[in-house]
């Protein structure tokens, strides 16, 4: 299960796989489409290879896979990569796909887009590694308390000090993707532009380094000291490459004046040639009198002197026609390809010293690859940690209390992504206490009020605290937790053949199978894709189980109000309900999660709400009228009632079930005296036959 979580969070692009051996979880995962699967021959995974590179490196067979594979591709020396860190899955809190899904960490439910996400209310870095970095800590929240601790302060420092977090980030500005441009330069494989770039970069951290000249988090100085700007590097480049560049080496143009003398007298050379070129141009417009004539090249017959038809009669005897074409005759005269020759002769000499010069340049920042790379990481923590603190600072979020005891207490919370899209003051904050003896919250209350707003908000302020944020709440105490499930929305499986309920009860079953005490698990209606007897029979179960064997912080939603009388015999739970206004026939929600249960589910109001047309509104209203008057009576009778939570639904006979569903769902007002008679015998009939049995 752990391999399957794992590539879901880290999502690659590809796998590499000893062939015949790939592992099932890696096959399904790449026939998804998910990923290109590569395979290998076996003998390449060697366990030792790592040791070969680097001393220090473990012994791992998919590591050594993974060099032979890079040694095939890039079919060069891989030196200049730093040793490999080890990942450790435990050293985070667990978040498989159904929790980063429904918590919209990355990627809205809706459509798989980046707007309206977590990742996108936080990141406000300015540089791409520092955007790669971020999108990892948000899936990857740290469990650790020393690293959580370590990386708040930090951001509390950069919050208090806009000087210091506003002058990084104006010098990162001027950083590009030094991730990628160190990869690039460590395999020779950078273009003239990326050089440019690298160099730019490399002169612009010297100002990133000053901007954070007295800060005292030991997490920022331990980033800082980690910044070689390889001043060096940096002044070479810029002296060596010239102000505009070319795509690839091969287009030539890559060096400044002066940098290489042989290099300035071959394009002297060629410049000369030009200008010979032009004066030649001129004298044989004169000599001819064709003032239409004129010197081309292409690269296929290279400088010709091109003459329009109307004027091919003035063309001089030493003319050797060499192409014609459509508008008139190309020609070559001798000058013209001594020209020709003594222009390209120093132009190919100096292409071929060019690109000379360059592998040169290229060697000179691959053998600084291992700092590269070191900069670029440093680089993208402390943009990362800026955007943390420029989110906190822009949003008036305050630093959460991150302990080890298992309590989860929020005062003032609110929803982080939500808040962004409202005005100020618009978005009603709520609290929340477990810990102690208090383990579940059973939330009622009606459909739209605010339920599962109210669970992802708790959820995502959890993880934000993991991360080393600052959240959206006035005071905050979290317990360092292991694992976050969810079971929230409805959601089917067609392709694999599973129903809303079948995908339901699978995320339950996952909650319950691998929950700790540790853990933070939110449910939102459990039960739901069944019968109502059914899904009141789970929803209990499962609110017992957690409440005394998983003993998670657990928030749990449900419209199943019946539910509310269970939490009397359970110690660890309590009840609470979002809050609404009723007035006259319609509810108005109030968006308070409130202490205690609700009695009712108030369906008809939201479906008025929606917008149901008012003949059936009005026919629901009658209906459920009639509904709760067959549960009263059954009840008094000494039969319990269909959403009763203490009932055993399965020891009540089918076929008095049916009886009493088909009692409860008469309209007297529509029957004749006649009708409801005859409705009347069949049902003692049937009544009678279910005493004598």
């Known amino acids: 299960m752990q391999g399957r979580q794992e590539l879901a969070r880290l999502r690659p692009r590809e796998l590499i796989a000893p062939q015949g051996a790939v592992p099932a979880f890696a096959a399904r995962y790449a026939a998804g489409g998910s990923a290109v699967l590569t395979e290998r021959p076996a003998h390449s995974f060697d366990p030792e290879a790592p040791r070969r590179l680097w001393p220090s490196a473990p012994a791992d067979p998919a590591l050594g896979g993974l060099l032979a594979y890079l040694r095939h591709t890039l079919r060069g020396d891989l030196a200049g990569f730093r040793p490999p860190e080890a990942y450790r899955p435990s050293a985070f809190v667990g978040l498989d796909a159904v929790a980063r899904r429904n918590l919209e960490l990355v990627e809205r439910l809706a459509d798989g887009g980046a707007d309206g996400t977590l990742l996108a209310v936080l990141d406000r870095c300015v540089t791409a590694m520092g955007r790669r970095l ?9 469990r650790d308390l020393e690293a959580i601790r370590a990386r708040q302060d930090a951001v509390e420092e950069l919050v208090r000090h806009p000087l210091f977090r506003e002058g990084l980030r104006g010098a990162l500005r001027g950083v590009y993707d030094l991730e990628r441009l160190a990869t690039r330069a460590i395999t020779l494989r950078a273009t003239p532009r990326e050089l440019g770039a690298l160099g730019s970069s490399l002169r612009a951290l010297p100002e990133a380094v000053r901007a954070l000249d007295g800060c005292v988090s030991p997490f920022l100085r331990q980033e800082l000291d980690a910044v070689d700007p390889l001043q060096g590097v940096g002044e070479t480049l810029g002296r060596a490459l010239a102000d505009t560049l070319p795509m690839q080496a091969r287009d030539g143009g890559i060096f400044a004046e002066g940098w290489d003398g042989v290099l300035d007298e071959l394009r002297a050379a060629a410049r000369e040639g030009r200008h010979w070129l032009a004066g030649l141009e001129a004298r044989e417009r004169e000599r001819t009198g064709i003032k239409s004539l004129r010197i081309g090249f292409n690269k296929v017959f290279g400088y010709y002197i091109e003459v329009s038809a109307p004027n091919l009669g003035a063309v001089p005897e030493d003319y050797r026609r060499k192409q014609t074409t459509a508008g008139g005759e190309r020609f070559l005269t001798p000058e013209l390809k001594d020209l020709e020759e003594r222009i390209t002769g120093a132009e190919d000499r100096a292409l071929r010293r060019e690109q000379a010069l360059f592998a040169q340049l290229r060697t000179l920042v691959a053998e600084h690859g291992p700092a590269l790379q070191r900069t670029a990481s440093a680089v993208a923590v402390l943009d990362a940690t800026a955007a943390l603190a420029t989110t906190a600072a822009a949003s008036a979020w305050a630093r959460p209390r991150v302990d080890g005891s298992r309590d989860l207490v929020i005062r003032g919370g609110r929803h982080p992504v939500l808040e962004q899209s409202m005005s100020a003051g618009r978005f009603v904050p709520n609290d929340v206490e477990l810990g102690g003896g208090r383990r579940v919250l059973l939330i009622t209350g009606p459909n739209m009020a605010g339920k599962s707003t109210f669970m992802r908000q708790v959820a995502l302020i959890a993880l934000l605290a993991h991360i080393g944020s600052f959240v959206p709440a006035e005071a905050t105490r979290i317990g360092v937790m292991d694992q976050i499930f969810t079971r929230v929305g409805a959601s089917d499986d067609l392709y694999g053949g599973r129903s809303t309920f079948m995908v339901e009860m699978t995320e339950v079953a996952s909650c319950l199978r691998h929950a700790t005490s540790r853990s933070l698990i939110l449910l939102d209606e459990v039960g739901r894709g069944t019968g109502t007897l059914d899904g009141l029979s789970i929803a209990q179960a499962v609110l017992e189980d957690i409440a005394s064997r998983v003993r998670a912080r657990t928030l749990f939603a449900t419209h199943y109000h019946e539910l509310t009388a269970a939490v009397a015999g359970l110690p660890a739970a309590e009840n609470a309900h979002v809050a609404v ?51 009263g009576a059954a009840a008094a009778a000494g039969a319990p009632s269909a959403g009763t939570p203490a009932a055993a639904p399965d020891a009540q006979p089918a076929a008095q079930r049916a009886l009493l569903c088909r009692l409860a769902a008469v309209d007297p007002l529509r029957l004749t005296p006649l009708q409801a008679l005859d409705l009347l015998a069949v049902l003692q009939a049937e009544a009678s036959a279910l005493r004598q049995d």
């Open 134 to 142: 971020l999108r990892y800590w948000v899936l990857h929240p740290l």
């Open 581 to 631: 206004r009723e007035d006259g026939e319609t509810v108005v929600f109030l968006h308070r999660v409130v202490p205690g249960a609700t009695d009712r589910s108030y369906g008809v109001a939201v479906a008025r709400l929606a917008g149901v047309p008012d003949p059936v509104i009005a026919r629901a209203r009658t209906l459920l009228v009639q509904l709760q008057a067959g549960q």
